[in-house]
């Protein structure tokens, strides 16, 4: 039997797995933060005014060394002061003044291509974000054992920012942790239940 490839589930949850990675057009390879917009599955990041110049953009995850997916990106100007602010939530100050709203149109994983639709979906727990992140964000010693039991490292103080069906994501000291799910959650409940096994040092 033929090895077929990640599912595209399972490309589009590695792209939600990351954060960061290495944008490269041009002659340039710049660090490239990002968030996805909950609406769209569009990527909010800031870069320098050269940025929209450029024909091709190549975002590499987690950096073009050994990525574990290269997206082709289209770019275009974004003035969204919701999206913006849930990227400083993230990330803090930006590095760079112009806001790009990042489309992706074709990543490679794992020697498979998957084209735009894979990637340019609403989150289906978008609108339960805020009462999960509420839920988590009122018992912090829970929320770092959650962290604790997917990443074996227990941070400081986390906050948690955003959910999605494959994981969760907090924010610690030392930068952006990504909870993964062991299995995509079916709806906020599902989620949480799963969130609820990690605290206790299980999964379900």
Do not use: K
Not at 69 to 87: K, T
Not at 105 to 111: C, V
Request: net charge negative; proline share 10%.
């Amino acid at each position: 039997m033929h090895d077929l490839g990640p599912a595209p589930p399972d490309a589009l949850a590695c792209l939600r797995s990351y954060t960061a990675g290495t944008l490269v057009y041009g002659d340039r390879a710049l660090a490239s933060r990002f968030v996805i917009d909950p609406r769209s599955g569009r990527l909010l990041t800031p870069l320098p005014a050269d940025a929209l110049q450029a024909h091709d953009h190549v975002l590499y995850l987690p950096d073009e060394r050994a990525p574990s997916l290269e997206a082709l990106l289209s770019l275009a100007d974004a003035d969204d002061p919701g999206l913006i602010e849930r990227w400083r939530a993230y990330h803090g100050d930006p590095p760079h003044a112009r806001w790009c709203l990042a489309t992706v149109e074709s990543a490679r994983m794992a020697g498979m291509v998957y084209d735009s639709p894979v990637f340019c979906v609403p989150n289906p727990l978008a609108s339960d974000q805020p009462r999960i992140c509420r839920t988590l964000n009122a018992d912090p010693a829970r929320l770092a054992d959650i962290c604790a039991a997917s990443t074996h490292t227990r941070p400081e103080r986390p906050v948690a920012l955003g959910v999605d069906p494959d994981g969760l994501d907090a924010r610690a000291r030392f930068g952006v942790i990504r909870v993964a799910f062991p299995r995509r959650a079916a709806d906020a409940d599902d989620a949480l239940a799963m969130l609820d096994d990690l605290a206790g040092g299980g999964v379900r």
